[in-house]
């Protein structure tokens, strides 16, 4: 595996590319829980301009039921085993809130980020061993779990609240040894639509924090609802939500259509 986890973000956006080793994440066409058609998928969001690729094994949708540490490794362990020599200098990140995944996987590939949609909250070693590993972390802003959060969207000033969520973290990371942090303000986690259209055209406002921003928000159902679609019909309006989070501040989009996303970034490059 590539020992360089830590990408560097000046003048430049990266794309983080989505795979979902599981049956049960809410974007069908994302779900490759067999390890050749993971490898097929990695190879080809590679070739389409992807700099990080997130493997998730535990679907953390709103309304899912997270499946057991012995299960999610199960998901993991076939695909790690090939990653090994056969992308060598590709920078993958783990989607999972589990430490003992994350010691699973460190002794299986080496180095990777960490992408926690709890921020550490859901796994009390977690923090402590992504310091001792020394391993970039992905913090996410959520409420609940996925069978309660979207019953916690009650905030007096969501941006005001987001910003003392990831200033108390950065004080546990320091606490923790984690050097190297990203915050995802967690579109879709606890939120209502009117919520996440709010977060994402005042997404700047987190900038005061100083943290790359990660924005996850490919075919999320504040998107398709509205619409009366399903996840599969808004390639173009997530392009175009993607377009807003860019002029925004965004550093890292997560994304399912990883060739869209670099063309807009492309364009973006061309425009400035």
């Known amino acids: 595996m590539g020992k360089d986890t830590k990408l560097s973000m000046e003048n430049s956006v990266k794309i983080m590319g989505i795979i979902n080793l599981n049956e049960d994440s809410y974007f069908a066409a994302s779900r490759v829980p067999d390890p050749a058609a993971a490898l097929a998928r990695i190879e080809k969001q590679l070739e389409d301009g992807a700099d990080i690729i997130d493997l998730g094994a535990c679907s953390t949708r709103p309304g899912s039921i997270p499946i057991d540490e012995k299960t999610e490794w199960q998901r993991l362990k076939p695909l790690l085993i090939q990653l090994r020599d056969r992308f060598p200098n590709t920078c993958f990140s783990i989607d999972t809130f589990r430490s003992g995944i994350v010691e699973r996987c460190f002794d299986t590939i080496g180095p990777f980020w960490i992408n926690d949609i709890s921020a550490g909250e859901d796994d009390s070693k977690m923090l402590s061993l992504a310091g001792r590993l020394e391993l970039p972390f992905v913090a996410m802003h959520k409420r609940g779990n996925p069978s309660t959060m979207q019953g ?52 700047d406002e987190l900038q005061v924090l100083q943290r790359e921003i990660l924005v996850g928000i490919s075919r999320k159902s504040f998107i398709y609802k ?16 993607h377009q807003i989070a860019l002029q925004k501040g965004a550093n890292i989009l997560r994304v399912h259509d990883v060739a869209p996303a670099k063309a807009l970034l492309n364009k973006k490059n061309i425009d400035n």
Do not use: M
Not at 180 to 198: I, S, Y
Not at 226 to 241: C, H, I, K, M, R
């Open 152 to 203: 916690l969207c009650h905030y007096q000033d969501l941006l005001g609240e987001l910003i003392h969520y990831f200033q108390e973290f950065d004080i546990k990371s320091q606490y923790t040894g984690i050097a190297h942090w990203v915050l995802d303000p967690g579109f879709g986690f606890a939120k209502t639509t009117e919520q996440n259209l709010e977060l994402l055209h005042r997404l």
């Open 226 to 241: 509205p619409l009366g679609l399903q996840p599969e019909d808004v390639l173009e309006q997530t392009s175009a939500y």
